[in-house]
C-alpha cells in the first residue's frame, strides 16, 4: 500500500540514525533519471534533519550491449562510475552514501569502500521499505548467524526434492546484510536481513534440485516445475527438467562465457518480514525483489562473479535462487532445518 513522503522521510530519518550518521558527517545521494525521485528527495530531507552536509551525486546510465530487462542485478561488472574520476573522488569524499542507483558488485564501489566511506543502497519500492525497516534485532540476529558462517569450514544442503550439495568454505568471507551501514567501510542494502559466504574454488559439488515454488531472480518468476542443477568442482555441468530448465539452460548460454556456470555466493535468509509470496504482488519492474532473497529460512544459492571478495570469476551474468524447504548444515551442525525453519543460532524467539 502507499507510503506518504513524511513516512518515507521518517524511515529515511530511523535508517541513516542506525547508520550512526551524524551532523560532523557528509553524506552523497548516489542518483541516475532512473532512480525513484520519491526516495532521492526522502534521503535528502532525512540527511538534513539529522544535520548532516548533504550533497548529490548524479551519473548517466549505462547500458551495455548484451544487458537484458530492466532489473539492475542482471548484469554485474560495468557500471556508470567505471571511468569517472572525478564522480569517484566526490562519492570517496563522503561519509556515507545512499545509492539509489545500484553500483552493486562493482570494483568502484569496492574501491569506495576501502577508503572508509559507508555505503546504503536503497532501490526497492516505498512499500518494501516501509515493511522490512531495519532494526538492531535484525542486526543481532544476522551477527549472531555469522559467528557460525565464518568458522565453518563445510556446507550441506539437502532437501526432500532431491537435493544434495556439499561445499568446502573458509576461502572467502562472510558478508552479511541487516539493512544499515553503521561502521568504516561498511556496504549495506535496506531492505535485508540474512548472510553468505562463496564456496572454496573447486569444491562444489553435487544435486540442486529446484523445486516449484523456488524462486528464479533475475527472471522474478516462481517455478512451476523443478530444475535439477548438476555440480561438479564448483560449476554446473547439467541443467535438466522441462521448459524452465531450458530457459535457464538458453538465458544462461546466451552470455557464452563458461564463468557464468561458477556457484557464487551461498547462504540463508533470516528476515520473518520479507515474504516468499511479495514477488506475487508486485510488478517486475517495481524493484530487485530483496523479499525473495531475504525471507526466513530460504537457502540462497547464486552464479556467477565472485570479483566482490577478490575472486578472479567476472562475469556479467548473475542468478540468484531463493530455494524453500532445505536442510542446511555447517560442518555437523545444523542451522536451517527442512521446512525452512532456523534453528541455529537459535535467535528468533531471544
Ligand atoms: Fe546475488
Not at 535508517?15 to 532521492?40: C, D, F, G
Not at 554485474?76 to 558488485?105: F, R, S, W, Y
Not at 535438466?240 to 562465457?257: I, V
Request: charged fraction near 20%; proline fraction near 6%; hydrophobic fraction near 40%.
Amino acid at each position: 500500500m502507499p507510503v506518504s513522503d513524511n513516512q518515507l522521510v521518517e524511515m529515511f530519518e530511523h535508517v541513516l540514525t542506525l547508520s550512526n550518521v551524524t551532523p560532523s558527517e557528509s553524506v552523497a545521494i548516489l542518483k541516475s533519471h532512473y532512480s525513484n525521485p520519491r526516495i532521492v528527495d526522502a534521503a535528502f530531507n532525512a540527511a538534513q534533519r539529522l544535520g548532516a552536509k548533504v550533497y548529490g551525486v548524479e551519473l548517466p546510465a549505462l547500458n551495455p550491449p548484451k544487458a537484458m530487462g530492466n532489473d539492475m542485478t542482471a548484469y554485474c561488472g560495468d557500471t556508470p562510475l567505471t571511468g569517472n574520476k572525478a564522480a569517484q573522488t566526490a562519492l570517496e569524499a563522503a561519509d556515507l552514501i545512499v545509492d539509489t542507483m545500484m553500483l552493486l558488485h562493482s570494483p568502484e564501489q569496492e574501491q569506495i569502500l576501502k577508503t572508509g566511506t559507508r555505503i546504503l543502497l536503497a532501490v526497492e519500492p516505498p512499500e518494501v521499505l516501509a515493511r522490512i525497516l531495519p532494526t538492531l534485532e535484525d542486526k543481532r540476529r544476522v551477527v549472531a548467524a555469522e559467528k557460525v558462517l565464518k568458522t565453518a569450514k563445510k556446507m550441506r544442503v539437502t532437501s526432500a526434492a532431491g537435493s544434495d550439495f556439499t561445499m568446502s568454505l573458509g576461502d572467502y568471507p562472510t558478508v552479511t546484510e541487516y539493512g544499515f551501514a553503521d561502521e568504516p567501510g561498511r556496504w549495506d542494502h535496506w531492505p535485508s536481513g540474512f548472510l553468505f559466504s562463496w564456496p572454496n574454488e573447486e569444491s562444489a559439488n553435487g544435486k540442486l534440485v529446484i523445486d516449484i515454488g523456488d524462486i528464479l531472480l533475475p527472471f522474478k518468476t516462481y517455478c512451476r516445475e523443478s530444475i535439477t542443477l548438476t555440480i561438479k568442482d564448483g560449476f554446473i555441468t547439467d541443467i535438466t527438467g522441462g521448459f524452465e530448465a531450458e530457459y535457464l539452460r538458453d538465458y544462461m548460454a546466451y552470455f557464452k562465457d563458461p564463468e557464468v556456470y561458477g556457484i557464487s555466493h551461498v547462504g540463508w535468509g533470516l528476515q520473518p518480514r520479507a515474504q516468499w509470496t511479495a514477488m506475487g504482488l508486485h510488478d517486475k519492474n517495481d524493484g530487485m525483489c530483496m523479499d525473495a532473497r531475504a525471507f526466513n529460512g530460504n537457502f540462497l544459492f547464486s552464479t556467477g562473479p565472485n570479483t566482490e571478495v577478490g575472486g578472479t570469476r567476472k562475469t556479467p551474468c548473475h542468478m540468484d535462487i531463493p530455494l524453500r524447504n532445505c536442510t542446511i548444515t555447517l560442518d555437523d551442525e545444523v542451522v536451517v532445518v527442512n521446512a525452512g525453519e532456523v534453528v541455529f543460532p537459535n535467535t528468533l524467539s531471544e
